[in-house]
Nanobody
Framework: QVQLVESGGGLVQAGGSLRLSCAAS????????MGWFRQAPGKERELSAS????????YYADSVKGRFTISRDNAKNTVYLQMNSLKPEDTAVYYC???????????????WGQGTQVTVSS
């Protein structure tokens, strides 16, 4: 089992920035690919960004490419999502997730955090 706890969400104006963190405990963090998903009201949960076990490979959805950056610190068992140039359409609950499968495939993420709300006002 991997336990994941997100933090860093909040309310920000359009054009602003937020940094989400996800602290992992339980199994060996470096054995897992990590992803940040988001789900807006009435929409499906989507994979926004993901990162491979050693941090060498990343994936970004087109909607966030160039604005969001995912990173990880295996020594601290933490994955981050730096979100810049935020837009109202980025408003969603953001979830951290872990998988031993392929990092850029949405299905197969086995472990999930409780989510953190990000609200971007116009």
């Amino acid at each position: 089992q991997v336990q994941l706890v997100e933090s860093g969400g909040g309310l920000v104006q359009a054009g602003g920035s937020l940094r989400l963190s996800c602290a992992a405990s339980g199994r060996t963090f470096s054995n897992y690919n990590m992803g940040w998903f988001r789900q807006a009201p009435g929409k499906e949960r989507e994979l926004s960004a993901s990162i491979s076990r050693n941090g060498g490979s990343t994936y970004y959805a087109d909607s966030v490419k160039g604005r969001f950056t995912i990173s990880r610190d295996n020594a601290k068992n933490t994955v981050y999502l730096q979100m810049n140039s935020l837009k109202p359409e980025d408003t969603a609950v953001y979830y951290c997730a872990a998988t031993r499968g392929t990092y850029y495939i949405r299905l197969g993420y086995d472990y999930w955090g409780q989510g953190t709300q990000v609200t971007v006002s116009s």
